[in-house]
Every structure is written in structure tokens, then in C-alpha cells.
């Protein structure tokens, strides 16, 4: 007697080949977009034992990607970005500038001491701006009236000066200034011309006093920049002046405001303004 022949069961199940042959493929193809975004040695060697493991079942363990100099150049590796430092930079540069600023101030409280006399007279003012140390000096404490020629009464205020510059390292520009007041003569055709004589004469004192020439800097100015109105005959006798300015390595640009600085004993500073620093007109 025949055997009954039992009837096959449908496999419902047989998608999970397909799908899993999709998936396969998929994964295959977004690994090789995703290799071709950068064009790297290290990354087709990470690729192709990918490809390998995946499709052959072969076990692989990651390796470490190297990113090449260039197509085909020495493979290096990969190299992360330093830490932010500008925070510390800042820290440093900001203890140096607050230490040259402290220099810069014991260098004005000692030319202040040692022009007692003719700061507590009026005819000498030191003040510390963003652009150095200043020493004004009144022009009847130099020279005659139209006169660039250095009277008696120079060589002991330039001397005290002089003997402080030449133990510092900065550069010293020497400013000369007028009032407006035109002056034409034989030696001198203009206000201009009597402000760079009278710097080149304290540059010249300077000089002979044992100051580097090569830290001195002549500028003449003329009457183009007051530090009072010329209406007055006392405006017009602040704007007639010299100023030796201590140049600071680190001086901004900018507005020109600074910090008077009295001997011990005097009367409390007080914000002035000064000239800056430039270049000379000679």
C-alpha cells in the first residue's frame, strides 16, 4: 500500500534572504561613497580589508586610519588641533605690558624728583601717557624769544635729563613747538622751521651729554599742535615749549591723554594732554 504523500508547508520566511542581500549591499555601497569623499591611502587599505571581512565572513580588527600628506604621498598621522592658548598669551602679554608700565612710572616719579624745582616753579611738567613719559619744558627756560640757541639756564635742566636717559634702552623723540605767533626772519622763514631748530638744538645737548644719537629723534611741529587757546599770553607761553618724550616700545595709537606726575610733596596729578610721537618735519 502506497505511502501518503504529506503536503509541503509553505516557507514564509524566505524574504530574510533577499532582504539580508539588500542590506549587504547597501551597507557595501555607503562604504564606498563615504571612502570616496577623500581620496586618502590609509582610508582605501581601512576599505578594501572592510570589504574583505564583509563579504568573506573573515574576522578584522580596527586599525588606527593615517591620513596622507597627498594622493600617494608618505602617510602621516592624523594630527589634532592645539588647545587654545590665546587666553594664556593674553595673561602674558598683559603682566608684561602692566610691568613696562610700571617702569615707565618709576621713570617718571624719579625725573619728577630730580626737576623739583622747576616743576614745583611751572617751568618743567612730566606725565605719563599711553604713548611714554613726557617732559615738557617751557620754551624761556631754553631759549631766548625767536631764538633757537640754548641759553645758560638749559644745561642744568637738560643735564638732569640727560643723566637719566642714558641708563634706559628705549628711543627718546625730542618735540619742538610754537605758538602762532607768524615769525619771518633771516634765520627762520616760518614757526615751523624755529620748532625744528630748537629740537635739533636739545638733540645736539643730548647728544654731548652722553645720549645714544641713536636712540634721539628730532620733530618740529610748529603751531599746529596747542595744549592751550593762543588768545592768551599765558595759552600762547604753553604752546611755546620742548617736549622729550621717553618713547614706551608698545605705545597705541590714539588719543593722547596722560597722567601728570609731581615730585613728592606736590600738589595731586591730573590728566593733560601731549603730543604724540611721529615722525620729524625736518
Given at each position: 500500500m502506497p505511502r501518503k504523500r504529506h503536503e509541503e508547508h509553505e516557507n514564509h520566511e524566505r524574504w530574510l534572504v533577499s532582504y539580508a542581500d539588500f542590506i549587504t549591499l547597501l551597507f557595501a555601497f555607503f562604504v564606498v561613497m563615504y571612502s570616496i569623499s577623500s581620496v586618502n591611502e590609509g582610508k582605501y587599505k581601512v576599505l578594501s580589508k572592510t570589504l574583505v571581512a564583509a563579504f568573506t565572513g573573515q574576522p578584522t580588527r580596527a586599525m588606527p586610519v593615517e591620513a596622507a600628506d597627498g594622493v600617494g604621498g608618505r602617510p602621516r598621522l592624523v594630527q589634532l588641533p592645539p588647545?587654545?592658548?590665546?587666553?594664556?598669551?593674553?595673561?602674558?602679554?598683559?603682566?608684561?605690558?602692566?610691568?613696562?608700565r610700571q617702569r615707565l612710572a618709576q621713570i617718571a616719579r624719579t625725573l619728577a624728583e630730580r626737576l623739583r624745582d622747576q616743576v614745583?616753579?611751572?617751568?618743567v611738567q612730566v606725565r605719563l601717557t599711553p604713548q611714554g613719559v613726557v617732559i615738557d619744558i617751557h620754551d624761556n627756560v631754553l631759549f631766548a624769544s625767536g631764538s633757537a640757541q640754548l641759553g645758560a639756564g638749559a644745561q642744568g635742566v637738560l643735564h638732569e635729563i640727560a643723566d637719566e636717559l642714558v641708563r634706559l634702552p628705549y628711543q627718546f623723540q625730542v618735540n619742538g613747538y610754537t605758538d602762532d605767533k607768524p615769525i619771518h626772519n633771516a634765520q627762520f622763514s616760518s614757526n615751523w622751521a624755529l620748532s625744528v631748530m630748537r629740537?635739533?638744538?636739545?638733540v645736539n645737548m643730548l647728544?654731548?651729554?652722553?645720549?645714544?644719537?641713536?636712540?634721539?629723534?628730532?620733530?618740529g611741529y610748529g603751531q599746529y599742535h596747542p595744549v592751550a587757546a593762543n588768545t592768551t599770553p599765558e595759552g600762547r607761553a604753553a604752546n611755546r615749549r620742548v617736549s622729550i618724550v621717553i618713547v614706551s616700545p608698545d605705545q597705541p595709537t590714539g588719543a593722547d591723554r596722560g597722567v601728570v606726575v609731581a615730585p613728592a610733596g606736590a600738589g595731586a596729578s591730573g590728566a593733560a594732554s601731549s603730543p604724540r610721537p611721529s615722525t620729524p618735519a625736518s
Open positions: 588647545l587654545p592658548t590665546a587666553g594664556v598669551q593674553s595673561s602674558g602679554a598683559r603682566s608684561a605690558h602692566d610691568a613696562l614745583r616753579a611751572g617751568q629740537s635739533l638744538s636739545v647728544i654731548s651729554q652722553g645720549v645714544s644719537p641713536q636712540q634721539l629723534v628730532a620733530a
